[in-house]
């Protein structure tokens, strides 16, 4: 039932005509015309607003909730709604992708990250929130579950939104090979191929990939660049463990990376810290000078630190599986 049904639904179950619908919504601090009753129950307008649509419930003895998450399918992306039809429980549905968020922000212990309590503490207080106990405020997992739990529902449809979204991109590049090929861009002619070989490497042991030096090459790939790069812009890196699982890159596969020195926001890096340890993270900006770097399997740790003890590699743009 969509939310046109649902909404004509609870109208008839109220036996309330659009005119004392409208004069109950103007009670309750919520004015809405009955020429826009009528439009909304005919479908001849989009979903009304979250508070519209509680105020709407509220008088017509339907559930608020319900009529809120109708009206979100309504305008969801395709892939989103359909990750809803087959839910039997949308609000289980929905905590369930919360837990899982809130677990990969906390460690073994289920203590919050430091970072990630602190881009919370800050959010709630901005939205007028107090806390009383500030020190011991969201520092175990539990705590931010239950509060992210006590949300209202259009609250909830945020959150789960960004998570979705976020899953939906990051498996972009595997479900649509030709997501980070030429042919994506603007000029889709075809264009000259080019074959080019590809140093795939175990490991880096500085800062710069030194693709020429045979002791860190495993061996050379062919790869036809359709005249996109250039012999020394690319190398594949065997990953070494399974810290980006939930990209659906495992221990074993072959990233093909593009040597650059930066990336944008939630893009996969590959990162030497330190100049010691090589790996495969997200990048995220924060306060100052400081860098987040996220793996996408909470059985890893994130990372923050000092920009300058992080040097970027290139950036992951393909994944060759490992059979």
């Not at 004509?8 to 309330?16: A, F, R, W």
């Not at 559930?63 to 395709?78: S, V």
């Not at 609000?91 to 970072?115: F, K, N, Q, R, W």
Request: include cysteine; proline fraction near 5%.
């Amino acid at each position: 039932m969509n939310y046109y049904q649902l909404l004509k639904q609870y109208i008839e179950q109220s036996g309330l005509s659009h005119r004392e619908i409208s004069r109950q919504c103007k009670e309750r601090g919520t004015p809405v015309s009955q020429a826009y009753i009528s439009q909304i129950v005919k479908g001849d307008v989009p979903p009304a607003s979250d508070d519209v649509n509680r105020v709407l419930a509220a008088v017509t003895g339907g559930d608020p909730d319900g009529l809120i998450i109708a009206a979100y399918k309504e305008k969801a992306p395709a892939r989103i709604r359909e990750l809803l039809d087959q839910a039997e429980n949308i609000t289980a549905l929905i905590h369930t992708y919360m837990d899982t968020l809130v677990d990969a922000m906390a460690d073994e212990s289920g203590c919050l990250h430091p970072l990630y309590r602190k881009l919370l503490t800050s959010t709630l207080l901005q939205n007028g929130m107090e806390m009383k106990d500030e020190d011991n405020f969201l520092k175990h997992d539990y705590q931010v579950k239950m509060l992210l739990k006590s949300f209202d529902m259009e609250a909830k449809l945020k959150i789960f939104t960004l998570i979705i979204e976020s899953l939906l991109q990051t498996n972009a590049e595997r479900d649509d090979p030709s997501a980070s090929s030429p042919e994506k861009h603007k000029n889709k002619r075809r264009r000259s191929h080019s074959v080019i070989r590809v140093p795939v490497l175990k490991r880096l042991h500085a800062k710069q990939p030194y693709l020429k030096e045979d002791r860190n090459i495993v061996t050379w790939m062919e790869l036809d660049s359709c005249g996109e790069y250039q012999d020394g812009e690319l190398f594949f890196l065997i990953v070494p463990d399974d810290s980006m699982a939930g990209s659906r890159i495992c221990h074993g596969d072959k990233v093909l990376v593009k040597i650059q020195p930066t990336v944008e926001n939630g893009e996969i890096a590959v990162v030497n810290l330190d100049e010691r340890n090589t790996m495969l993270r997200r990048i995220k900006k924060v306060d100052g000078d400081l860098v987040l770097l996220y793996p996408d399997n909470p059985r890893y740790q994130p990372l923050v630190t000092h920009n300058h003890n992080v040097h970027i590699c290139g950036k992951v743009i393909q994944v060759h599986f490992n059979p």
